[in-house]
């Protein structure tokens, strides 16, 4: 199939809201690192930690002022890294996340404003939800790739198993973060509706401020090792 051909294709198979190809692209590794970064010139250093311990996706949260421009340093020197903004609260940032090179969004909730403007930009998405209201709202509004958050707090692996099992026929994919660690990480793998999981534990705020770039590898590395255990099992 050609290129024009493979793009037809791709526009026949997905929704234009939901972004379903492209969101999944992001999800192959099983893994998103979540991180913050204080300091834009620590942006690719970290990246690249992760990228050698084996993992090529990442998010930036958007609570800090270095955000927008460590995505940006990233994209420019290293792309083979998928970059992600999170903590997405307005439409603005959804703007300011495209303008510096965000790949996808994520946000903490269901702010329909900002899944409006990512639908809008055909920014690949990923709202927050904890409830079966909010599933079934973000159903009805074309989006199935939800993050599940607060994970642990909210009962972790078994209570998104429960929550998943109604929807489960909807086709709805989870990326469970919050609280996640490497000891419940195959908890999480085990659910079938969890398309990835996101976790902060591997590039830890303290570890990205103290440089620890091969603490961080080590830790990726070692995650990537549940994740292959886990597909081995499945």
């Known amino acids: 199939m050609d290129s024009i051909s493979s793009s037809l294709a791709a526009v026949i198979v997905y929704h234009w809201r939901t972004n379903s190809v492209n969101a ?10 979540i991180t913050t970064v204080d300091r834009a010139e620590d942006a690719v250093p970290l990246a690249e930690a992760l990228f050698a ?25 290293l792309p083979q890294m998928s970059i992600g903004a999170g903590t997405l609260l307005s439409p603005e940032q959804v703007q300011e996340a495209i303008d510096f090179g965000a ?22 998405f990923f709202p927050g939800v904890m409830t079966p209201t909010e599933i079934d709202r973000a159903l009805s509004l074309g989006w199935k790739h939800l993050k599940f958050f607060p994970a642990e707090p ?5 209570m998104l198993r429960a929550l998943a099992g109604p929807f489960a026929h909807t086709g709805v994919k989870f990326v469970p973060t919050g609280g996640i660690n490497a000891a419940s990480l195959p908890d999480y793998l085990a659910v079938p509706q ?26 990726t590395a070692e995650a990537m ?4 255990a886990a597909q081995t099992k499945s």
């Open 225 to 228: 090792k549940v994740i292959a």
């Open 53 to 77: 311990g084996g993992l090529n996706v990442m998010e930036i949260t958007f609570r800090t002022a270095a955000a927008a421009e460590a995505i940006q340093r990233i994209r420019q020197h």
């Open 103 to 124: 790949q996808f969004g994520v946000s903490p909730g269901l702010n329909e404003a900002v899944l409006d403007a990512a639908g809008e930009r055909d920014l690949p």
């Open 24 to 33: 999944e692209s992001f999800l192959r590794q099983r893994l998103i690192c």
């Open 154 to 158: 909210a009962g972790g692996a078994a």
């Open 194 to 219: 969890v398309a990835a999981v996101g976790g902060s534990w591997m590039a830890e705020r303290k570890l990205v401020a103290e440089k620890a770039w091969q603490k961080i590898t080590a830790l």
